[in-house]
């Protein structure tokens, strides 16, 4: 009985945050992803506040929402595997928290509202906020990195896993949709960032196939427009 | 009722300073130790307060600064530039946004006084978890209790009353959130407790007659001194809510 289990799949970016974390660490562990349109009566028992993924379970005991799990990991396994997420010192954990609250609150609804859009001018407004948002996060990363590759300096930290996991579907995105959101023009710091990320041993063990993340975010898109064109009918 | 509690709202400095003797030197000391933290606040939000209490629970000394948020100061445009709120805490010049995480700043920085997170990594993760609900639902909804009116305002009032439900079950019959000791959902939550009153009114329900034991617990944090410095009378809280809604036009 696996002492380490995670309730979801790395197709959910809040669930990838807690792989990252987990592949951070070398910490092995059960994932257990739940059918599409159904929860089991595990995730139900485990999160009856939000019944959302992911869910850690260690040693019977669940936690939930993925930045407290990230948390828990890191204050769990100090040590292991490339060493602590969080920062060292107070200020920076602050300023590493404070980012998080922002990707959370107003980043990724942003990014949500792009692929929700119905209008061609709802679609330009949505793209416009998401990169006045990632302009933000590009400043942050320049006084943060101090000219080393991570949001973390010379490793991995809590931003760049708490942002870093929304890269594959801001790809994806672009893709299907034929837009540049993370524009190497105007955020060359954040470009350069994400092939760092992306090149990372612990996060290629668990980033999922783009190919998948095109696949998936193709079938929602087609879900919701028949639900809106069956809604007109 | 904070000592310095004043309903002229001027951005005049209110500095709170712990003496410990009379000596001219000590009060220096204590002036200077007070600039080396700044708050800039406003009186009535509960985001400012989850600060205040934090340092009042870990006797740090700071200077309270009363933001206007219709002439917002240049300090609190330049200290919080992505979103301009307050509350900011500025310690040695460096600002820390966002209540939650100036409370969890705070608590890692003066780590001498009793600790407002749990150390056990689960009961901390429970913490978190329960500080973030409180963060992502009562406000909002509870400005939907009294900017909204007809089916909106009764689907607003159906969710809080479950709001209220799930923290009560999740007190149950503990002294505080954290067990024992006041701890960090305990400061996350109740500034909102000198809004039950408005929220019931306003709602149209008994905040009592639904969660009781959170009646009882906010009363038994208001015997917390930094507690009941902080928070304002209730009618205040209402006269304030009142006076936004004639702001807004709802009547």
């Not at chain 1, 994932?31 to 599409?36: D, F, H, M, R």
């Not at chain 1, 920062?87 to 990707?103: C, E, K, Q, S």
């Not at chain 2, 200077?63 to 919080?80: T, W």
């Amino acid at each position: 009985m696996a002492a380490v289990k995670l309730i979801g799949s790395p197709i959910s970016p809040f669930v990838l945050r807690t792989m990252i974390a987990l592949s951070l660490k070398k910490v092995e562990y059960e994932l257990l992803p739940e059918k599409l349109g159904e929860k089991s009566e595990l995730l139900l028992k485990s999160n009856p506040v939000y019944k959302k993924i992911p869910v850690l379970i260690h040693h019977d005991r669940p936690i939930c929402e993925s930045a407290v799990i990230v948390e828990y990991i890191d204050q769990v396994w100090p040590e292991s595997g490339y060493g602590a997420i969080l920062p060292a010192d107070a200020y920076h954990r602050a300023l590493h928290r404070f980012w998080t609250f922002y990707v959370d609150d107003k980043l990724f609804p942003s990014l949500v509202a792009i692929g929700k859009a119905e209008t061609e001018e709802a679609k330009a407004e949505a793209v416009e906020q998401f990169r006045a948002g990632l302009r933000l996060l590009e400043e942050a990363f320049v006084k943060l990195s101090e000219g080393k590759a991570f949001f973390g300096g010379d490793q991995v930290g809590f931003l760049d896993v708490m942002l870093g996991c929304f890269v594959v579907w801001i790809e994806a995105m672009e893709e299907v949709l034929s837009l540049e959101l993370l524009e190497e023009a105007t955020m060359p710091a954040l470009h350069g960032w994400v092939v760092s990320f992306r090149a990372h041993e612990a996060v290629k063990e668990v980033m999922p196939e783009s190919g998948k993340v095109v696949e998936f975010f193709k079938m929602i898109r087609a879900m919701r427009m028949k639900a809106a064109a069956d809604a007109a009918n | 009722m904070p000592q310095t509690a004043s309903l002229h709202l001027t951005n005049r400095l209110h500095i709170h300073i712990v003496l410990e003797s009379e000596s001219e030197r000590e009060r220096e000391r204590g002036a200077r130790m007070a600039e080396a933290v700044v708050l800039l606040d406003v009186w009535v939000s509960p985001f400012g307060q989850r600060c205040r209490i934090a340092l009042a629970e870990k006797g740090v000394a700071y200077e309270y600064k009363e933001e206007d948020l219709a002439n917002k100061s240049p300090l609190l445009l330049q200290a919080n530039p992505v979103h301009k709120k307050i509350p900011v805490l500025i310690h040695d010049g460096k600002p820390v946004c966002e209540s939650l995480v100036i409370v969890q700043y705070i608590d890692e920085v003066w780590s001498d006084g009793a600790p407002i997170l749990p150390a056990d990594p689960y009961a901390r993760a429970q913490a978190r978890f329960w500080g973030d609900f409180v963060d992502k639902k009562i406000y909002d909804c509870g400005i939907r209790l009294w900017k909204l009116k007809g089916e909106a305002h009764q689907e607003a009032k159906k969710e809080f009353i479950e709001i209220l439900k799930v923290l009560e079950a999740e007190l149950g019959d503990r002294k505080y959130f954290g067990g024992d000791a006041f701890g960090y959902v305990d400061i996350a939550l109740v500034p909102f407790f000198a809004w039950f009153y408005t929220y019931e009114t306003c709602g149209g329900f008994s905040v009592e007659a639904e969660a009781p034991k959170l009646v009882a617990w906010g009363k038994r944090c208001m015997e917390r001194e930094s507690v009941s410095q902080t928070l304002y009378d209730p009618l205040k809280v209402y006269e304030f809510v009142c006076s936004l809604k004639k702001k807004y036009g709802i009547e």
